[in-house]
T-cell receptor, first 115, second 113 residues
Framework: KQEVTQIPAALSVPEGENLVLNCSFT??????LQWFRQDPGKGLTSLLL?????REQTSGRLNASLDKSSGRSTLYIAASQPGDSATYLC??????????????FGTGTRLQVTL | NAGVTQTPKFQVLKTGQSMTLQCAQD?????MYWYRQDPGMGLRLIYY???????DKGEVPNGYNVSRLNKREFSLRLESAAPSQTSVYFC????????????FGQGTRLTVV
């Protein structure tokens, strides 16, 4: 069964700092990996999608990498801002999902960027 | 551009009551999903519809039923609500089943007392 782990569970950084969020998964047979942002009481906003054949994707100050063979992905946020404060979720779209749980989510990293 | 729209946003039910959560997408996506989110457990798939006319169980289907009304709409029904179904429910859609970007609605916060 695919398991997705996100470390750390919570992170507090001062404004302007570059930071890295980590995601690891146990089964490397995946179609893709998706990073989401979730604000308190809100839905999920898709940030980046990395296909299994890709190594990284970039959008503005965000860069996500994927090392499928080692079961790891990182989300790099450059020059963090208070508006980046949210929970970041990693979700893996697995091929060998048996019960058809196609997106397996981690429990997220809660980020707070302070002034 | 509305994306995925869920109704209602909030609901309080008494144990044993029934209700239907509605979801509609305007992106011409083929696949739709229902997830629940509980503290410390991440999002878990309840049911999904790979394409119009098909539905299948996900990881936690017990106590729920679904209907894919047409390509746009996918509803989730609780026939006899239980306190264990207190959760935040999210509807999502993707262009095809399994391997494309998923888009989520704003969620329905359900409390069963």
């Amino acid at each position: 069964k695919q398991e997705v782990t996100q470390i750390p569970a919570a992170l507090s950084v001062p404004e302007g700092e570059n930071l890295v969020l980590n995601c690891s998964f146990t089964d490397s047979a995946i179609y893709n990996l998706q990073w989401f942002r979730q604000d308190p009481g809100k839905g999920l906003t898709s940030l980046l999608l990395i296909q299994s054949s890709q190594r990284e994707q970039t959008s503005g100050r965000l860069n996500a990498s994927l090392d499928k063979s080692s079961g790891r992905s990182t989300l790099y946020i450059a020059a963090s801002q208070p508006g980046d404060s949210a929970t970041y979720l990693c979700a893996v779209n697995g091929i060998n999902t048996g019960t058809a749980s196609k997106l397996t989510f981690g429990t997220g990293t809660r980020l707070q960027v302070t002034l | 551009n509305a994306g995925v729209t869920q109704t209602p946003k909030f609901q309080v039910l008494k144990t044993g009551q029934s209700m239907t959560l509605q979801c509609a997408q305007d992106m011409n996506h083929n696949s739709m999903y229902w997830y629940r989110q509980d503290p410390g457990m991440g999002l878990r798939l309840i049911y999904y519809s790979a394409s119009e006319g098909t539905t299948d169980k996900g990881e936690v289907p017990n106590g729920y039923n679904v209907s894919r009304l047409n390509k746009r709409e996918f509803s989730l029904r609780l026939e006899s609500a239980a306190p264990s179904q207190t959760s935040v429910y999210f509807c999502a859609s993707s262009l095809t089943w399994g391997n494309t970007e998923a888009f989520f609605g704003q969620g329905t916060r359900l409390t069963v007392v």
